[in-house]
């Protein structure tokens, strides 16, 4: 049996107010600029070269939509398993497409055009998840913006005025909330990039998870100076918006981390009496896991046994709901 391996970038614009997906004409159907992964090449710059060769164009694709597909194809009479791993990327509306000799034209069309064009079921599939992904990321986008303003809107606003958006994959089955913006999240403008954001990749990556296939944010998206904890009035102002963010994510599960992430989410503090326990809560459509926050581990070593061994149970909970 032999394998090949592929990527290729979805790509999209926007003309005359519609959304627009870019395919290539083959001579029996249409196609995504993709191309097979050279050796020492990973999927994500084999996916930007093959866009750029197929189509001459140079673009940057989302950091976490990646849609996977694996199927069988004969060639000069030999099976053949094909992965191919798509990726998403936006260019300008007003774009220059210039096709490679192994394609006979292109042609932009809106995603209702496409479904009707494509000749297979699985690129079907992909198109439906990208324009999905899109409508999320739209959706996402406005948010923030309205969320980026809320300082102007209160006159005795206590909190930085610099704005740290959730960060993570729209399609993630898991969100990770946790308190606020350090300092180092406020300059860097993205949430857990400090010292306790290190430790929480490496507690993704020990649950079985990547950290860009999940979502992180926090309850209150300013940073609180000298970091302090926010108040009741501060988190009453920007929970309405994080309810929103689990509603366009809409996550099997939210991890909250933290007393203060826990207190807010589902009414329990004391995660140190707490932590490794589920609750169930119909406000977000989905159940709650409490654990200690990374920063609690970073102050005080004896805490990273306990939060390592929540991790753990977090792991043998997703693994039995992908059973």
Request: net charge positive.
């Amino acid at each position: 049996m032999l394998f090949e391996f592929s990527a290729g970038v979805i790509v999209y614009n926007y003309r005359g107010g519609k959304r627009r997906f870019l395919f290539l004409k083959r001579k029996d159907f249409l196609d995504v600029p993709k191309g097979h992964i050279e050796k020492g090449e990973r999927a994500l710059d084999a996916a930007i070269r093959e866009t750029r060769e197929e189509a001459g164009l140079s673009v940057a694709p989302d950091l976490f939509f990646r849609h996977e597909i694996t199927y069988w194809r004969v060639k000069d009479k030999e099976k053949i398993k094909k992965h191919v791993t798509f990726f998403l990327a936006r260019v300008g509306d007003d774009a220059k497409v210039k096709i490679s000799h192994e394609h006979e034209d292109y042609v932009w069309l809106t995603f209702e055009e496409s479904m009707e064009k494509m000749s297979f079921k699985n690129q079907k599939e992909v198109a439906a998840d990208a324009n999905s992904y899109i409508d999320k990321l739209e959706a996402m986008e406005a948010l923030n913006k309205e969320y980026a303003e809320l300082p102007k809107k209160h006159a005795s606003w206590g909190l930085s005025g610099t704005f740290v958006p959730g960060q993570g994959n729209l399609n993630a089955a898991v969100m990770f909330v946790g308190q606020a913006p350090g300092r180092t999240e406020d300059e860097k403008r993205e949430p857990f990039v400090g010292a306790a954001g290190q430790l929480l990749s490496k507690l993704i990556n020990r649950a079985g998870l990547k950290r860009e296939n999940a979502y992180i944010t926090s309850i209150v998206q300013f940073f609180p100076p000298d970091n302090r904890l926010p108040t009741e009035e501060e988190a009453g102002h920007c929970m309405p918006f994080l309810k929103r963010q689990i509603g366009i994510v809409g996550p099997k599960l939210i991890v909250a981390l933290g007393n203060f992430a826990s207190q807010n989410l589902v009414g329990i503090g004391e995660v140190v009496f707490n932590h490794g326990r589920i609750v169930k809560s119909e406000g977000y459509g989905c159940e709650v896991f409490i654990t200690l926050h990374p920063a609690a581990a970073v102050r005080i070593k004896a805490n990273l046994p306990t939060i390592e061994k929540d991790f753990d149970k977090l792991k043998g909970m997703l693994s039995a709901q992908k059973a």
